[in-house]
């Protein structure tokens, strides 16, 4: 056995025609030779007289590319492409050429390529997500694409040596940041190794190849082990009737051990599962019944066993896992599965279509989830950062499987949470979350949630989705709809304010809003501020954008109604906005407590520096497109708060809302004294939802209780009882100074 070094495939007779011809023909009998000499001839004939670096023939490069290719088992298209891909860009053939002489589909093929490989993505982060996009939109047209150039970069790859320095590490960098990942994606899992191997030993020399010694020589220290268990194995499986039977122990690629020792700030001696095994079979049903065997023969360790040959990953992968407790008391990883499995395993995405000529490739690629919800983000997202962190984050992360309740299976990025499962199923369904049943346990929102979870989600028609949800979302689908959400919301609330502000205003010049909307003369208004619509023009006045006398300014009247009394305006109304709600009807209530008078459904919410409680005497602030924040009155806040946008509400004590406050105990230290607290706040039927305790230097207890009442009442009541426990000197609500 030896470990996976990288070795490269330059043998020493370089590979010509024949050789290319011959491997092909291996696994596709079919292949139209006339076509790939064709491509061969024409493409050593445009790089003739072209050196690499390292001295070789450049031609030895769109070989070799040709070689890679081949060993993914393509269509003769494919390496055709392979053969032609730098013609374009490093010779004097152009497109028109190619096509004259290989048709459009060759040439769609090869311009492709050639227009990916023109692609940096060491440029900035905007320009880098604007290159993401061109590429996801090559590989949705033809997955072909970037198979071919993933093969280009392999080589480069395995051909590195000759660089500078400086070179070989940007290339590694990329190559690990962007096509390693790619590979996995695609499930070419052999590629993926090979790429991230050879990029750790270009970007970490040191490390790299410390690893290279530390494994080789573990790997002859265990040696011995390895063919003990390889033994148990295979006499276990012969005596129950298994044969032709492929075991095999399965050294961890270096790249891997790395990532390993890294994240868990291991020593290479503490990473220990470097040797796992392997078993391939014929059926699926060997596969479980020799699982079964290997459970009987050592005892399995609890959580470790995973069936994606059940539920597939989403690059196709398929194989039984497992980790048992072997022989000498260590844990040994197996996996388990069939050629076909193994096969997939290795190649991925290319193992589906493989050589078979004339298949919709499209279509193929359409099997890729994934794939398909970069194309639809593509589509999505208009702001290209969006994208890119979008796309970098499920280019990395590993997907969880939830099933619903009744049985589906859908695919979620890692750290995803019930408000991502709930927005998958329908927006409504999450528009209205506010929690869920995880396994039949209610979990909070933020609950992330595992593979093999089921998971039902729990609603309320009073709920709306709020801005931290962004924070709690991993779906671009999610995180689309919430800002979308947040978005509608916050111009509907500047509308109606607007709507009022702007109706006030008319009011003082002898005009009625209905009558100008009817006339048309405020959609010209909004024309003449370039607003697509009335509503848009309302909103930028709620917003603060645009004054109403601006507006009023600019409509078109009948000189007769023109007023010279706008000279006047201001004195007499300090706070136009409160006058305008108590004329406003006076039938609305909020569901968080807050009645806002003559205003329904507006955003509400409370202020963070004063933290007002029901029963609290509060004022509302008109934020610009938030909605209206609560205030304490006595908040040092409203004072310096434009006066025009301060609001009255009250407080609606008809809903029972719960709200957090901060409560500050100064006490004796004492045993017991915590128990005592809690016992009253609890006796109180409040929440504590956090506590902290600090001592002072006199030996005094200082504990900050974060507690869920109902109103101030309630709270007084609290704190006076605490005020009651012995040992307690004080108790104050906190509420931050401003
Ligand atoms: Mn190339």
Redesign the pocket.
């Known amino acids: 056995m030896t470990p996976s070094i990288p070795i490269s495939l330059n043998t020493k007779r370089p590979r010509g025609l024949e050789d290319l011809i011959a491997y092909i023909k291996s696994y596709n009998p079919d292949v139209d030779t006339d076509l790939i000499t064709k491509a061969y001839l024409f493409s050593e004939k445009l790089h003739q007289g072209q050196k690499r670096t390292s001295g070789e023939n450049y031609f030895q490069?769109?070989i070799e590319?040709a070689f890679i290719v081949a060993e993914l088992q393509l269509d003769t298209g494919s390496i055709v492409t392979a053969l032609l891909?730098?013609t374009v860009e490093d010779t004097v053939a152009t497109l028109a050429e190619i096509e004259a002489l290989f048709g459009p589909e060759i040439t769609a093929l090869v311009d492709g390529v050639t227009k990916i490989?023109q692609i940096s993505f060491q440029t900035s982060e905007e320009k880098q997500a604007e290159n993401f996009r061109k590429m996801v939109f090559a590989m949705a047209k033809d997955l072909r694409v970037i198979l071919v150039k993933l093969a280009?970069r392999t080589h480069?790859m395995r051909t590195l040596q000759p660089l500078r320095p400086d070179k070989q590490a940007r290339i590694a960098q990329e190559t690990l940041d962007i096509y390693a990942p790619l590979a996995n994606r695609l499930g070419l899992s052999a590629m993926k190794r090979e790429l991230e191997d050879l990029s750790l030993r270009y970007t970490k020399p040191e490390i790299y190849y410390k690893l290279v010694t530390q494994v080789a020589k573990k790997i002859k220290e265990r040696d011995q082990y390895t063919q003990d268990v390889l033994a148990m194995i295979e006499g276990a499986l012969h005596e129950h009737g298994y044969h032709n039977i492929k075991v095999s122990g399965r050294p961890k690629h270096f790249y891997s051990i790395q990532k390993k020792m890294e994240k868990r700030n291991l020593t290479y001696e503490e990473v220990y599962d470097l040797t796992g095994f392997r078993i391939v079979l014929e059926t699926v049903e060997q596969c479980y019944g020799v699982l079964g065997l290997i459970h009987s023969l050592w005892t399995p360790v609890p959580g470790r066993f995973k069936d994606y040959n059940a539920i597939p990953k989403a690059n196709f992968y398929q194989s039984l896992h497992t980790t048992v407790i072997g022989p000498a008391g260590e844990r040994i990883e197996i996996q388990i599965r069939t050629t076909a499995m193994h096969d997939t395993a290795e190649r991925g995405i290319a193992a589906h279509w493989a050589y078979k000529e004339g298949k919709n490739v499209a279509q193929e690629a359409s099997k890729f989830s994934w794939l398909n919800r970069l194309v639809e983000w593509n589509k999505d997202l208009q702001d290209p950062n969006e994208f890119l962190e979008t796309v970098k984050l499920d280019l990395f992360s590993e997907d969880v499987y939830i099933f619903t309740p009744k049985g589906k299976v859908i695919e979620f990025p890692q750290g995803s949470s019930p408000v991502d499962f709930a927005y998958s199923v329908h927006s409504d369904l999450g528009h209205h979350c506010i929690g869920a049943k995880v396994n039949g346990r209610i979990v909070p929102l933020k609950h992330k949630l595992k593979s093999g979870d089921t998971v039902e989600i729990l609603t309320s028609q009073n709920q709306t989705p709020h801005k931290d949800w962004l924070k709690i979302v991993k779906t671009s689908k999610a995180k689309n709809k919430i800002r979308q959400f947040i978005k509608t919301q916050a111009h509907e609330s500047s509308k109606v304010m607007g709507e009022m502000i702007l109706e006030k205003e008319l009011k003082r010049e002898d005009l009625k809003f209905k009558t100008l909307l009817k006339e048309g003369l405020l959609t010209e208004v909004a024309e003449g501020f370039s607003l697509k619509s009335v509503d848009e023009l309302l909103s930028a006045i709620g917003y603060g954008k645009l004054s109403a006398k601006k507006v009023i300014g600019k409509l078109n009247l009948p000189s007769s109604k023109k007023s010279s009394e706008d000279l006047k305006e201001g004195k007499e109304t300090t706070r136009p906005l409160q006058k305008i709600v108590e004329e406003a009807s006076r039938k609305s209530t909020s569901r968080q407590g807050i009645k806002v008078k003559g205003i329904g459904d507006l955003l509400v919410h409370f202020a963070r520096c004063c933290n007002p409680v029901p029963g609290d005497s509060v004022i509302g602030f008109i934020t610009r497109g938030r909605g209206i924040s609560v205030h304490s009155r006595k908040c040092p806040k409203v004072f310096d708060s434009d006066p025009h946008r301060l609001i009255d509400i009250e407080w609606d004590m008809a809903i029972s809302a719960e709200r957090s406050v901060k409560i500050r105990v100064i006490c004796h230290d004492r045993p017991g004294l915590l128990a005592d607290m809690s016992g009253v706040i609890k006796d109180q039927k409040a929440n504590i939802t956090r506590a902290q305790i600090g001592t002072t230097k006199d030996k005094k207890a200082v504990c900050l209780f974060t507690v869920s009442i109902k109103n101030l009442p309630h709270l007084s009541k609290i704190l006076s009882t605490l005020e009651g426990i012995p040992g307690v000197i004080s108790t104050e609500r906190v509420q931050k100074k401003v």
């Open positions: 490069h769109p590319v891909h730098d490989s280009d480069n």
